[in-house]
Structure formats: structure tokens, C-alpha cells
């Protein structure tokens, strides 16, 4: 009930003052992200049981693998309602992988793509990472947009038929340390 009326307030009122915390997903978050980002990429790209399968793979090697102290989960709670997530995940040799960045369509446009990225950077910095690489879609403009202000570059291109149809995904890079 509570999730369904913060999610009314700020589709009522788009220009509402939001107030939002980043902080480590809770028992059960990190799954709702998988089923979360499968429901809103099916509703915006199309994306179906492909995207979805990937997704939920990736959770679970998340949480059977999880490294504490260098991997992180972090979620946008607004009013007690879970309005994005992001993961960093640790991939060796000083290496980290930013995972699953979503902000969902009530809580667009308000910073909370930027905060969670954020969290990501300040946490592989703290950590010493030495770069942080991620995988996108060149249709995700707004999550493009956020990447390129943080300083991630794109470093390849490749059409991909992961999700049931030819996507053309991209590998973008940002370097921690010179």
C-alpha cells in the first residue's frame, strides 16, 4: 500500500521534492531487481523471457558468489519504496563490473540514476579498482547519458541477439586509476 501511494504521489506530481536515500539492498531486494527490470524492459523494448533468464542468472551468481567488502548491491529507497538499484560486482585483477542500473518510470529525471552510479564509483575507488566496465544498449539513452557524465567511455560495439532480437549492445569502460 505504501509503495502503491509514493508511486501515485510522484506520477501526480511529477515536480514533487523527492527525497531519496542510496543504501545496501535488504533480504529480498536483489531479487526484485531481475523481475523488476524484465517487467519494465518488456513494457519499453520488448525484451521478454531472454532478458528475463539473463537477468535472473546473473542475480543468483550475485548472491551465491557474494564477495563482502567488494561487491555491493545498492537500491533508492524512496519513502520506503524501492525506486532503482544498482550492483557492482568484483570480476578480478582490479577489475569491477556496474550491473543492473534501473530507476524506475515514477522516479526518472530526479537524480537517482546519477546517485546510484555514484555510490558504484565512490565504492570502487574506497575498494581500489583499478577500472569499472559495464554492458548497455545503445536504446538506453538515459542510462547512456548518465555513464558518459560519470566519465565512462564506450570502448565496443556488437549487435547481439541475447534478448530474442538483434540488439546492439555496447561495453563501456572508466578508468579509476592512470
Given at each position: ?92 585483477d582490479g577489475l569491477a563490473r556496474l550491473r543492473l542500473l534501473h530507476v524506475?518510470?515514477f522516479a526518472r529525471r530526479r537524480g537517482i540514476g546519477d546517485a546510484l ?7 570502487a575507488r574506497d575498494k581500489g579498482y583499478g577500472r569499472i566496465i559495464l ?44
Amino acid at each position: 500500500m505504501v509503495e502503491a501511494l509514493t508511486r501515485a504521489r510522484f506520477l501526480l506530481d511529477p515536480d514533487a521534492q523527492v527525497e531519496f536515500v542510496i543504501r545496501p539492498a535488504r533480504v529480498g531486494e536483489v531479487s526484485q531487481v531481475a523481475a523488476r527490470q524484465s517487467i519494465l524492459y518488456a513494457a519499453s523494448h520488448g525484451w521478454g523471457r531472454e532478458l528475463e533468464t539473463l537477468e535472473a542468472e546473473t542475480i543468483a551468481a550475485f548472491l551465491r558468489r557474494f564477495k563482502p567488502g567488494r561487491e555491493e548491491c545498492w537500491v533508492a529507497d524512496l519513502d520506503g519504496t524501492m525506486a532503482g538499484a544498482v550492483f557492482l560486482t568484483d570480476e578480478g585483477d582490479g577489475l569491477a563490473r556496474l550491473r543492473l542500473l534501473h530507476v524506475e518510470p515514477f522516479a526518472r529525471r530526479r537524480g537517482i540514476g546519477d546517485a546510484l552510479v555514484g555510490a558504484c564509483l565512490r565504492f570502487a575507488r574506497d575498494k581500489g579498482y583499478g577500472r569499472i566496465i559495464l554492458w548497455t544498449h545503445t536504446v538506453l539513452d538515459a542510462a547512456r547519458r548518465i555513464y558518459a557524465r560519470h566519465g565512462f567511455e564506450r570502448i565496443a560495439t556488437e549487435v547481439h541477439h541475447e534478448f530474442g532480437e538483434p540488439v546492439q549492445g555496447e561495453t563501456w569502460q572508466l578508468m579509476l586509476i592512470e
